[in-house]
Each structure stands twice: as C-alpha cells, then as structure tokens.
C-alpha cells in the first residue's frame, strides 16, 4: 500500500509540469502582441507620409495615429501581463529561473517567489492596461452634453482612486 501511495504522490507531484503548456501559451501570445503592436506602429509610420500631403488626409490620419498608438500601447501592456504571467507560473510551478536571480541587469518585476507576489504584479499591470483602454474609448467618444462630461470626470477621478491606491500598497510593502 505504501508503494502505491509513494506512486500516486510521485504522479501529483509532477503533474504540475502540465504547466509549462500554459507557460509556453503566455509566452507565444505575448510575443504576437508584440508584433501586432509593432505592425500598428509600422502602418502609422507607412501612412505618415501621404497624411502630410492634404489637410483633410491629416485630419483623418490624426485620428487614425491617436486610435493606433494607443491600440498599440495596449497591446503591449497585455503582452507584458502575459511574459509575467508565464514566467511567474514558471517560477511558482516547474523551477527558479536561476538566470534571473543572477544577473544584475534584469529587473525584479519578472522574478515571482509567491502568488501573492504574481498577483499583485498582474494586478498592476491590469491596471494600467485598464487605463489605456479607457483613454482609447475616451478619445474617441463626442461630447455633445454636459453628462458626457461628467461621466468622463468621474472616469478619471476612479482612474486616479486606482492608482492612488496602488501606489500606496506599494509604499506600504516597503515600510515607507
């Protein structure tokens, strides 16, 4: 019985190498946000030099350029969310990446020793992402009445709120 429990035990144990799928995933997905970034910020640059040639292709590409940025920088906040999600579920399941704790160039965010610490770094990260995203519709919305403008205000004043917050759950965690 005992050798049947010390099997079982052995199988759960390396079962969490199941894992590394979803490490490998996160990983290929944050690389083709990458690129999907990059590809925006290559079609503004493309566009670029026919927008300066009429006033109204300037306007419309002004537009176009804000929606594409930041469509952009949102998806590279979400690809970021993903690299420190795979390598946190890396660090927190299969094995240390030794590589990391080493070098003195890399930085601290992508080195996870809890799923607190997971947590609370895609936690922030969401955050911004959040934000950007609000900003994106923000842009793009009319505001043809004065509730419009409130909606905004009170938009941003919750946006504030978040990070007022966070930022002071990070002094907290440093003791300052």
Same mark, same amino acid.
């Given at each position: 019985?005992r050798?049947?429990e010390?099997i079982?035990?052995r199988?759960?144990?390396?079962?969490?190498?199941?894992?590394?799928?979803a490490? +490998?995933a $996160?990983i290929v %997905?944050? &690389? @083709?946000l990458?690129?999907?970034?990059?590809y925006d =910020?290559?079609?503004?640059?493309?566009?670029?030099?026919?927008?300066f040639s009429?006033k109204e292709?300037?306007e419309?590409f002004?537009?176009?350029?804000?929606?594409?940025? +930041?469509s $952009?920088?949102d %998806?590279? &906040? @979400?690809?970021?969310v993903?690299?420190?999600f795979? =390598?946190?579920?890396?660090?927190l399941?299969?094995?240390?990446?030794?590589?990391?704790?080493?070098?003195?160039?890399?930085?601290?965010i992508l080195?996870v020793?809890?799923l607190?610490q997971?947590?609370?770094?895609?936690?922030?990260?969401i955050?911004?992402?959040?934000?950007v995203t609000?900003?994106k519709h923000?842009?793009?919305?009319k505001?043809?009445d004065?509730?419009s403008?409130?909606?905004l205000?009170a938009?941003?004043i919750?946006?504030a709120l978040?990070i007022?917050f966070l930022?002071?759950n990070?002094?907290?965690?440093?003791g300052?």
């Amino acid at each position: 019985m005992r050798k049947l429990e010390q099997i079982i035990e052995r199988i759960l144990w390396e079962s969490r190498l199941m894992i590394f799928l979803a490490v +490998i995933a $996160a990983i290929v %997905a944050a &690389l @083709i946000l990458v690129v999907i970034g990059t590809y925006d =910020i290559i079609q503004i640059l493309i566009e670029m030099g026919h927008a300066f040639s009429d006033k109204e292709l300037y306007e419309s590409f002004h537009k176009d350029a804000i929606t594409h940025i +930041i469509s $952009a920088i949102d %998806a590279y &906040l @979400i690809s970021t969310v993903l690299l420190i999600f795979g =390598i946190g579920l890396y660090e927190l399941f299969i094995s240390k990446i030794d590589y990391a704790e080493n070098d003195t160039r890399s930085s601290r965010i992508l080195i996870v020793h809890s799923l607190d610490q997971l947590k609370d770094k895609l936690a922030k990260v969401i955050v911004m992402v959040l934000i950007v995203t609000y900003f994106k519709h923000a842009v793009s919305i009319k505001y043809e009445d004065i509730l419009s403008l409130l909606y905004l205000g009170a938009g941003i004043i919750l946006i504030a709120l978040a990070i007022y917050f966070l930022g002071k759950n990070h002094h907290e965690e440093k003791g300052e």
